[in-house]
């Protein structure tokens, strides 16, 4: 009796092991995908445009799913890092960044839209679409307004040897430059206005001049010296000059004034000629700062002041002051405007009147991108949003237009 309850137990055991085999098979090879998930999305529903709020509840879950998946692994979380600074500007689900994904659960309450989606992350694409923004959103144009003494001769901006350095070194990673002549040139009209630029001053006047006129938006300032330390040379070599460049740098967003970065710096250069010794200590010290190609690779490689400025003014142009000077709308027609760029015009974040006169008007709006971006989304939706939008003139920070109620 014993012996026969034993092989029916054992029987059991095994029918129990080889029907459940399967079912961990099943759920190992879901588990595989560990890029796999799901997460949640909300959008506020206005104007009872339905489709407007379910497109932006699906970038909201996919947002989320791409920090939350990238986010489980150490590679991932400095990922996480430089997604956040670009999420306000990228549309997910136009990037590849979340491929294979389906909603899994949607619906409308109260006012608002919520989905829940399925999909893979692939950082790779994420890494592409970070890349992508940062050229293209930060790397801004620059001016170069350094004071140089090279060998005891002081320097004012244009063709000086850190100037010319400089932008050697930075085109190689694709910005772009008020040239050299350009800038003596201001130097020579507008002195008054360039002073307060070198100074740090990027306000009013200032700001028109760089940014409408030239289209400067990030100006480098600061001194640049170099001095002699051949004594301690002379042990060794008595033709052989030696020379410390020293450096102390600023970058100013001449959108706000603001200080992207900040850097002080001190090279050593030798050379049996004293104006080439000093050439190479000012090169040394602004390879350090900037960066280099690497050799191996051919790639350009930041430096730490370069990464802070392409980061900050990155993180600076997804809440980009945009002015709009607007001409055809009266009062009401301009609180109807108004009401449409803050609920269905992608990347406005605030909307701010400024004020109105008959039928013109100023608005500033806080936007995550260019003011390209925004005349190309305003013009692209004017038909769905009721006005007829007509774009006259761009500007780094402004925009001029002629806006009628359809």
């Not at 080889?18 to 998930?37: D, R, Y």
């Not at 608002?112 to 790779?124: C, K, L, S």
């Not at 600023?250 to 050439?279: Q, R």
């Not at 809440?319 to 609180?335: A, F, S």
Request: with cysteine; aromatic share 6%; hydrophobic share 40%.
């Amino acid at each position: 009796m014993k012996r026969h309850v034993f092989w029916i137990a054992l029987i059991l055991i095994i029918s129990f092991v080889a029907c459940g085999g399967s079912k961990p098979q099943q759920k190992a090879s879901k588990a595989g995908c560990e890029m796999c998930g799901e997460a949640d999305g909300f959008a506020a529903i206005f104007d009872n445009d339905i489709a407007l709020a379910r497109d932006r509840a699906i970038d909201d879950a996919m947002n989320k799913l791409v920090k939350m998946k990238l986010g489980t692994t150490i590679e991932g979380r400095a990922i996480v890092e430089d997604y956040a600074l670009v999420e306000s500007i990228v549309e997910a689900k136009s990037t590849g960044m979340v491929r294979n994904w389906k909603v899994i659960k949607e619906g409308s309450q109260e006012g608002a839209y919520t989905v829940r989606i399925y999909g893979e992350v692939y950082p790779q694409a994420v890494n592409d679409t970070i890349e992508a923004t940062l050229k293209n959103y930060g790397r801004p144009k620059f001016m170069i307004l350094v004071r140089e003494t090279f060998e005891g001769q002081q320097n004012e901006p244009g063709f000086t040897v850190t100037e010319l350095t400089m932008m050697e070194i930075m085109q190689n990673a694709g910005f772009e430059f008020v040239d050299a002549a350009t800038v003596q040139q201001l130097i020579k009209k507008d002195r008054a206005k360039m002073m307060q630029a070198m100074q740090g001053q990027v306000g009013g006047n200032v700001q028109e001049l760089l940014l409408d006129d030239v289209g400067a938006e990030c100006i480098i300032v600061g001194d640049v010296k170099t001095s002699d330390q051949s004594a301690v040379l002379k042990q060794y070599s008595a033709n052989m000059k030696s020379k410390q460049a020293i450096l102390n740098l600023k970058a100013i967003d001449v959108y706000t004034g603001s200080i992207l970065a900040s850097t002080s710096v001190n090279m050593p250069g030798a050379h049996i000629d004293d104006t080439t010794a000093s050439k190479i200590a000012i090169q040394r010290a602004l390879v350090k700062i900037l960066g280099s190609t690497d050799e191996e690779t051919g790639k350009f490689k930041s430096g730490p002041f370069m990464n802070q400025i392409t980061k900050k003014f990155l993180l600076a142009a997804t809440h980009r002051m945009i002015t709009l000077n607007i001409v055809g709308l009266d009062y009401n027609g301009l609180t109807k405007f108004r009401d449409i760029l803050q609920n269905r015009i992608r990347g406005i974040q605030k909307v701010y009147v400024r004020g109105q006169a008959g039928k013109q008007s100023k608005i500033d709006v806080e936007f995550s991108g260019k003011t390209t971006d925004l005349a190309d989304e305003l013009v692209g939706k004017s038909n769905s949003i009721g006005f007829k939008v007509e774009i006259k003139e761009t500007y780094p920070n402004k925009i001029m237009m002629v806006v009628q109620k359809l």
